[in-house]
């Protein structure tokens, strides 16, 4: 499991510093999609890795993903509401974990645009993304 998340970290790194400057003014843009079943005691998951940055009050509507999604926010502000729990502000350097299948939505809270990189550990097959209405 240390080797996965030490790969995410190098991934991230590698993403921003190889993506970041070309999806600047896109909403969301997928960087990596990997299977990454061949983990010992792992099913078949896929890793989809996303750079977004939304302008000011800009986010997705309410959705669900098959499995995690780790968010980190490289710049600015942005608060994630998760049904059934509070609502929860991240801010520059934090991050937050979205639980599979239960729906949530984000936006950017703050008053710049914002940079966050987003990590899904989604079950390959499945849809990766649901919107809830």
Not at 11 to 30: D, E, I, K, P
Not at 84 to 90: D, F, L, R, S, W
Not at 114 to 131: I, R
Request: charged content about 20%.
């Amino acid at each position: 499991m240390r080797r996965v998340i030490v790969a995410l970290c190098v991934v991230t790194v590698m993403a921003l510093a190889l993506f970041g400057s070309q999806v600047a003014n896109a909403q969301r843009a997928v960087a990596l999609r990997t299977d990454i079943s061949d983990i010992p005691t792992k099913e078949a998951h896929v890793i989809t890795f996303t750079i977004a940055p939304p302008k000011p009050g800009a986010g997705g509507g309410k959705h669900f993903h098959p499995g995690d999604e780790l968010v980190y926010v490289v710049e600015g502000t942005m608060t994630f509401e998760v049904d059934g729990q509070p609502a929860v502000t991240v801010k520059t350097g934090e991050a937050v974990r979205l639980p599979g299948k239960i729906p949530h939505r984000g936006f950017n809270a703050g008053t710049t645009d914002a940079k966050l990189v987003t990590v899904g550990l989604f079950t390959k097959g499945e849809q990766e993304q649901t919107a809830v209405k």
